[in-house]
């Protein structure tokens, strides 16, 4: 059993950046994979980025290329969501998962076995 419990979110403007974090429950955290989504209202959740259990691969969604960047603490079982550049359409809840099945992450939420409550980003024009 994995517990997930992200942070970092809030209000911010157009172009201002914020780090949110997911800090993880258990000594196998390095085992999984892990992933952010989002979820704007009215919306199903979407892919954004994920990392591989060690760290050394990660892939991003295509509307996110460039502005953040994903990693991980192995020693603090902790994954992070550098946002820089933030646009208003990046207004949406996000969720952090693990992935116990292989090392890789997952572009779909079907493949992530533990999520956390979520945490709301607002970007303001």
């Known amino acids: 059993q994995v517990r997930l419990i992200e942070s970092g979110g809030g209000l911010v403007q157009a172009g201002d950046s914020l780090r949110l974090s997911c800090a993880a429950s258990?000594?196998?955290?390095?085992?999984?994979?892990m992933g952010w989504f989002r979820q704007a209202p009215g919306k199903e959740r979407e892919f954004v980025a994920t990392?591989?259990?060690?760290?050394?691969?990660?892939y991003y969604a295509d509307f996110v290329k460039g502005r953040f960047t994903i990693s991980r603490d192995n020693a603090k079982n902790t994954v992070y969501l550098q946002m820089n550049r933030l646009k208003p359409e990046d207004r949406a809840v996000y969720y952090c998962?693990?992935?116990?099945?292989?090392?890789?992450?997952?572009?779909?939420?079907?493949?992530?076995?533990?999520w956390g409550q979520g945490t709301q980003v607002t970007v303001s024009s």
């Open positions: 990392i591989s259990s060690s760290g050394g691969r990660t």
């Open positions: 998962g693990a992935r116990g099945r292989g090392s890789f992450g997952s572009y779909y939420v079907y493949d992530y076995d533990y």
């Open positions: 258990g000594r196998t955290f390095s085992r999984f994979a």
